[in-house]
């Protein structure tokens, strides 16, 4: 008689966190394998622009909420204290670089 070893399907979260693994290893072997790969050194040039390119995105986005809003409102579809809080959240967004900066430095 034979017995034969029935395995159960992996779950998808098991499949995802192989699959997190591997490209883990794969990548830290690939820049073991190959340092000149890692371009370090213009690692803070590209998250400049990163930066700069999401201030943009943001920066367009609270532009038009509070014109959305305020127009809204102005037809009196939406509360004049909603707008209010549109404009809160658009001044967190607009100045949490600069808080950052001056809690922690910008080095």
């Known amino acids: 008689m034979t017995s034969a070893i029935v395995r159960a399907p992996l779950t998808p979260s098991a499949r995802s966190t192989v699959a997190q693994t591997a490209l ?17 050194q ?3 040039g ?8 999401i201030k943009t995105g943001v ?6 909420s509070v ?11 939406m509360s004049w204290s909603t707008v209010g809080q ?5 001044i967190v ?8 900066d001056a809690l922690y430095g910008s080095g």
């Open 24 to 40: 883990l290893l794969s990548t830290a072997m690939l820049l073991v394998l190959m340092p000149e790969w890692a371009f370090a």
């Open 42 to 44: 213009d690692l803070a």
């Open 46 to 53: 590209k998250a400049d622009k990163a930066l700069e390119w």
């Open 59 to 64: 920066h367009t986005i609270l532009v038009v």
């Open 67 to 77: 014109i959305g809003s305020g127009v809204l409102a102005a037809f009196g579809r």
């Open 86 to 90: 549109v404009l809160v959240g658009a």
């Open 93 to 100: 967004a607009g100045v949490a670089t600069e808080v950052v």
